[in-house]
């Protein structure tokens, strides 16, 4: 979990998926609700979520978000939840079918970069078309945010 602010609710976001942005250019950005139940919105607020290896996939009209890992919340006994199942994204039809023509080209998939509360308190993930780096575009990656570093260093002596 990241110790920024999101931008929009003032509210730290409650997952983040950090190698997402390394292994994948990202192309474009979508905000989806999620549906999921009581106990994955208490594990939510305690920050007990990984997106490590999650995807989400469009099927029959519908998108669905497949490998978020929300851990169960201890409290609720019995009544709990299945810690990675498959949890419905909630997004428009015109949404889902640019989505859903993008990913029918070949190499794009549409990953989670991160799970918060927006300022009503609402479950939102942040989706993102992305294409698959190579090994060498990491490492270019990698060079050039060291570049940035080092001149944002020099720059404020």
Known sequence: MSGRKDKQSGNPPCAVNRKALHDFELLDRFEAGLVLTGSEVKSLRAGQADLTGAYARISDGECW?????????????????????????????????????????????????????????????????????????????????????????????
């Not at 978000?65 to 409290?75: F, N, P």
């Not at 640019?98 to 989670?112: E, M, S």
């Not at 509360?117 to 294409?131: D, I, M, S, V, Y």
């Open 65 to 157: 978000l497949i490998g978020a890992k929300i851990a169960q919340y201890k409290q609720a006994g019995v009544n709990g939840h299945q810690p990675d199942r498959k949890r419905k994204c909630l997004l428009h039809k015109s949404q889902i079918r640019k989505i859903d023509a993008k990913l029918q080209q070949r190499g794009c998939t549409l990953v989670p970069l991160r799970i918060y509360f927006n300022q009503k308190g609402l479950a939102k993930a942040e989706l993102a078309l992305a294409r698959g780096k190579r090994q060498y575009d990491k490492r270019r990656s990698i060079v050039d945010q060291e570049h940035r570093r080092e001149m944002d260093r020099h720059g404020r002596r």
